[in-house]
């Protein structure tokens, strides 16, 4: 199954469409912020301009995923309700990573991140969150991230069907539009 998403609605920069390039700058400025030690760190996003709303969703998001932040106030609260939902897997199957492939981008995540992601974006968590999540999952750029979490914030729903097999996603798209697709891996 491929499920296609395509957006020209625009809302504030914390839900941005994929339309609207302060996704791309907003993915780019918070992982400017990630150390050598691959640690983020929330002040040096916020020196460069980056809301602290976004610093903490963003250290949200990577949290999920098991990474660690500074400087950063995670939701443990979302945190909770998410890994509640992927408590009852067993094992992820799938793998995360990114290439490009002529002029496509691919993200992969596997199951377990795949659920993540829905979780966030079923919570409307926005996309800094998603951008945590893609970036500390697959080592993808921000600004790519910050593409593909907003096409996903306008229309995340898609991703549930792009699932449906339990395998893992695979998210495409093909810089620097905004339109995104998916399906299973």
């Known amino acids: 199954m491929v499920a296609l998403v395509a957006s020209v609605a625009s809302v504030s920069p914390a839900h941005a469409a994929p339309s609207d390039p302060s996704a791309a700058s907003l993915g780019a400025a918070l992982s400017s912020a990630i150390g050598s030690d691959g640690v983020f760190d929330g002040d040096r996003a916020r020196?460069?301009?980056?809301?602290?709303?976004?610093?903490?969703?963003?250290?949200?998001?990577?949290?999920?995923?098991?990474?660690?932040?500074?400087?950063?106030?995670?939701?443990?609260?979302?945190?909770?309700?998410?890994?509640?939902?992927?408590?009852?897997?067993?094992?992820?199957?799938?793998?995360?990573?990114?290439?490009?492939?002529?002029?496509?981008?691919?993200?992969?995540?596997?199951?377990?991140?795949?659920?993540?992601?829905?979780?966030?974006?079923?919570?409307?968590?926005?996309?800094?969150?998603?951008?945590?999540?893609?970036?500390?999952?697959?080592?993808?750029?921000?600004?790519?991230?910050?593409?593909?979490?907003a096409g996903l914030a306008v229309a995340g729903g898609v991703l549930t069907a792009c699932s449906s097999r339990g395998r893992g996603t695979v998210i495409h798209n093909i810089p620097p539009g905004s339109v995104v697709w998916c399906n299973n891996q």
Request: proline share 0%.
């Open 47 to 149: 020196a460069i301009g980056v809301s602290t709303e976004a610093v903490d969703a963003f250290a949200t998001g990577r949290s999920l995923v098991g990474l660690a932040s500074r400087h950063a106030a995670v939701d443990r609260q979302l945190v909770d309700e998410v890994e509640r939902s992927t408590a009852v897997v067993r094992a992820c199957a799938g793998k995360n990573r990114w290439d490009h492939t002529g002029i496509q981008l691919n993200v992969y995540l596997n199951s377990c991140n795949t659920t993540r992601l829905l979780g966030v974006l079923g919570a409307s968590a926005g996309v800094a969150t998603a951008i945590g999540i893609i970036t500390a999952a697959t080592g993808l750029g921000g600004a790519a991230a910050g593409i593909i979490a």
